[in-house]
């Protein structure tokens, strides 16, 4: 969130941020104090003063926004059963996960997709490659540029409705704790952090057996099932039920969550049977490459 210092504001406290008057301050919470927004300008971050700022409103950030809400909001439905909200409707929001950032959450067909807004100093925003100054710029760019990888979703304002007013900010929450949009699951898992440089190709289902018998609510059988892949990239876990693993490391995989996130479990490079003990979960699909079908255990 972009804010125009109205004054000049020399710090008292240690923790404070220095700033000059007409220049651009980047809110990153908003509910530090009752006074004070914390904000960030050129690599420094610090408290600063609300009355010295102007923070021009933006329909699509709702602040104190849960993830839950933020699906409420974008999967509501009229009278008749129809979505109210097209594809790319979003709202901005502070991550539950990670205190200070933010994420951005957009309604695509009868999901509700989350994407994190990455930091990295001395001051750029992203969410795949692209960098940018602002979040405000970040949004503006994939109004035109899709937010999704290969697929076109283009983010759009949301459209005016009974239970939450005109405007993303507008009305609290009063709707239901959790109205969700892929059949009894709570959304769609955050993208894991990106990179740049890897593609990925479409390779004919093989004929190996489909790796469980029965899957976690959330997870089904795809194309993919049975096919073999290898990470490109360390990846470190965030949650208990991912799977981390180092580069080369080779992965079966079991099932899709979404296209983002894949269940797989971890084989062994010479035979292509699992690892004992087994070690098996959930990992972003960016982070490894698909391997020919005859790659894997000698098939």
Same mark, same amino acid.
């Given at each position: ?9 020399v710090p008292e406290n240690s923790d404070e941020l220095a700033f000059r008057e007409g220049s651009t301050v980047y809110i990153i919470n908003m509910d530090e104090e009752p006074s004070w927004y914390r904000g960030r300008q050129n690599g420094k971050e610090g408290l600063v003063p609300k009355n010295y700022l102007? &923070? ?17 909001? &974008? ?13 790319? #409707? ?12 933010? /994420?951005?959450?957009? +309604? ?14 001395? $001051?750029?925003?992203?969410?795949? %490659? ?25 983010? +759009? ?8 007013? @005109?405007?993303?900010?507008?009305? @609290?929450?009063?709707? *239901? ?6 059949? $009894? ?7 894991? #952090? ?9 390779? *004919? ?7 469980? #018998?029965?899957?976690? =609510? $959330?997870?089904?059988? /795809?194309? +993919? ?11 470190? =876990? ?9 580069? $080369? ?21 010479? %035979?292509?049977? @699992?690892?004992?003990?087994? %070690? ?11 391997? @020919? ?5 000698? +098939?």
């Amino acid at each position: 969130m972009e804010a125009k210092a109205l004054h000049s504001f020399v710090p008292e406290n240690s923790d404070e941020l220095a700033f000059r008057e007409g220049s651009t301050v980047y809110i990153i919470n908003m509910d530090e104090e009752p006074s004070w927004y914390r904000g960030r300008q050129n690599g420094k971050e610090g408290l600063v003063p609300k009355n010295y700022l102007r &923070l021009d409103p933006n329909s699509w950030f709702v602040p104190n926004c849960s993830r839950l809400e933020a699906e409420a909001r &974008l999967a509501e439905k009229d009278l008749t059963g129809n979505y109210i909200q097209p594809d790319g #409707a979003f709202i901005l929001r502070h991550s539950e996960n990670n205190p200070g950032s933010f /994420s951005i959450s957009v +309604k695509e067909g009868v999901f509700v997709l989350h994407f994190r807004v990455f930091y990295e100093e001395p $001051g750029s925003y992203f969410i795949w %490659t692209s960098k940018f100054s602002s979040i405000n710029k970040l949004i503006d760019h994939h109004r035109h540029s899709t937010i999704y990888g290969l697929r076109t979703l283009l983010l +759009k304002d949301c459209i005016r409705s009974e239970n939450f007013g @005109p405007d993303g900010a507008g009305s @609290p929450y009063k709707g *239901p704790q959790a109205t969700t949009v892929n059949n $009894g699951n709570t959304g769609m898992r955050n993208q894991a #952090a990106p990179f740049s440089g890897v593609s990925q190709r479409s390779i *004919p289902r093989t004929d190996r057996a489909p790796a469980v #018998a029965q899957l976690p =609510p $959330g997870l089904q059988t /795809s194309d +993919k099932t049975g096919h073999i892949c290898v990470a490109l990239f360390d990846f470190r =876990p965030d949650f208990t039920e991912e799977m981390g693993f180092l580069r $080369g490391d080779m992965i079966e995989i079991l099932a899709e969550e979404d296209e983002n996130w894949w269940l797989g479990r971890m084989i062994n490079h010479k %035979t292509g049977l @699992p690892l004992e003990p087994l %070690t098996q979960g959930l990992f972003p699909s960016n982070y490894v490459k698909m391997l @020919p079908s005859n790659s894997a255990g000698g +098939k």
